[in-house]
């Protein structure tokens, strides 16, 4: 039995059953199908009479199964037993994001959906954005290996093979730039002309969201037609992220009428009409409804309300409408690695203990862990897995992993590289950005700009220092390990994207130390360094995940380019 099946297994509830023996391994095992036992969830009589299982269904069984040959290698017992276990939420889900470029190739979608069964993972889904080949769209998609209906199936089939659902999720509304950066839907933004950023920088961000027209809603309605009809599972999230454009731009006067998350509720429910003409459920971000009953009213009782919450606001505080309502709804803490290479695991580790916490007394029924694409999707699958672990553990069991979770990312990494991606996640605390600042970190940060930050963050040489050191920690872990400090060894792969990502991070320190002259790297120097960092990111992109999209994120992150802006402007 591997490692985290056996923790798994442990975790079941005991109880001594006095004057009976216990079974040994030879003892018949009788399987027995009970409506009383809720999903997953299973009942174990361990006695040399013979053992039974009681089960609601076939995952309650396997897990059950699990926990015999557990009790079977232990000889620390001489009673019968009764074993009980279930998860505590039903549904465990993991959301990747398909929207930001890296779309995974056949290879990549193994590795995660046998990740995700090992951990106990049910859902799967797929944020696919532009990556899906919808009819008559090709401008958007072309270039950019989008996933075809025919692919869809087979991945599902795959999904299906290990236990796992596969659901397709859509923003109606919002993330629309891939679209909108065309002139043939130039014209279906809100703010054409774009927004300023609010990080202080001053940056232009080219438009993202649609106008709520019935024009736009019908076309959407199109694409969601599609959608629909890929699967065999009927099941896809219809989004209802929170917007920054609406109401601004072309929709003001309808959203000063009627207000703005009205308006956004009803764009949505004309552009996912096609949800209730194929008998389609589905779930939905609540940032729209969570404020007000009447809103979350509105919200069809086939669609699940689904709390998303990153930090460092809490779920109490994002989702006390929902759980004063008395419907289902789940709770959807992020992995921390979206706009970062470093991974904010500690602050990961702390979302998903506020969701499950206040999940579990809020009556949550599911949890959603999301994995964002940020700018460019640069981030390797590696820095998932420290959330994903912690999910696992706590949607199934309630309770953290604790101090288990380096031993039990060990099982899915080889520890010294389990060992490096926890060290690698501390940066954010080592050299902390304003809480202004948030879902990045100080090493994403001085890539993006360069190394020129912000005079008000506050960043000088002690924090690029602490950063530096975080680096240097990583560096003679992964060195010490049985891979050493070349590419080979037992797996190559997550510990060259660990590596990689040090690297990377290294690298936007400098930038820093350049831009607050701590340093006199040579222009030359840096863009050697550079050039040679985006050479191993191409290959290890292509180790995981397809061509198209590789392009257009590397366009998206050119730190040396943002330096010299910054350097003109400051002439």
Known sequence: MDVISQYFA????RVEVPGRSRASADTAVTPRHDRAIPDQGFCIHYESAGIVVDHADDAGLAAALDVVELLNEDASFE????VRDAPVFPTRAYLMDMSGDRILSWDGFVRIVETLETLRFNQLELRVGHAFAYRDQDVVWEGASPLTPAQLHRIEALCQSHGIRLVLAIEPLTHWERWLSHAEYAWRAELPQGRLSGDGTRRRIPPSELAATPDNAHFVAGLVEQLTATLSGRRINIGGHSTREL???RSRRLVERRGLEAVALD?????????ERHGTVGEMWADLVSGDPALLAQVPVQVTPVVRCSGPERFAEAGGVLARSRRSFWVAPGTGSWNTLCGRSRQAVDNVDDAVTWGVASGASGLLLTSWAGRGHWAPEALNLPAMVEAAVRAWRGDGPGEDLGPLLGALVPEDVAAALLRLGDVPEAAPLPPTVRNTDLTWEALRTG?????EWGVGAERV????QVVRDVRRILDSGPGGAGPGGTGALPRAQVRLCADLCDFGLTLVDVAQERSRAAEADLRGRWDLLVARQRELWLATAREGG???????????????????RAR
């Open 550 to 568: 590789l392009d257009h994120s590397l366009s998206l992150l050119d730190p040396l380019g943002a330096a010299g802006e910054a350097a003109a």
């Open 10 to 13: 442990a975790g079941a509830t």
């Open 247 to 249: 109401g601004r731009g």
């Open 79 to 82: 009673t019968a037993l009764e």
């Open 267 to 275: 764009f949505i429910a004309h552009a996912t009409v096609a949800l």
């Open 451 to 455: 190394g020129h930050l912000p005079p």
């Open 465 to 468: 220092d602490a950063a530096q």
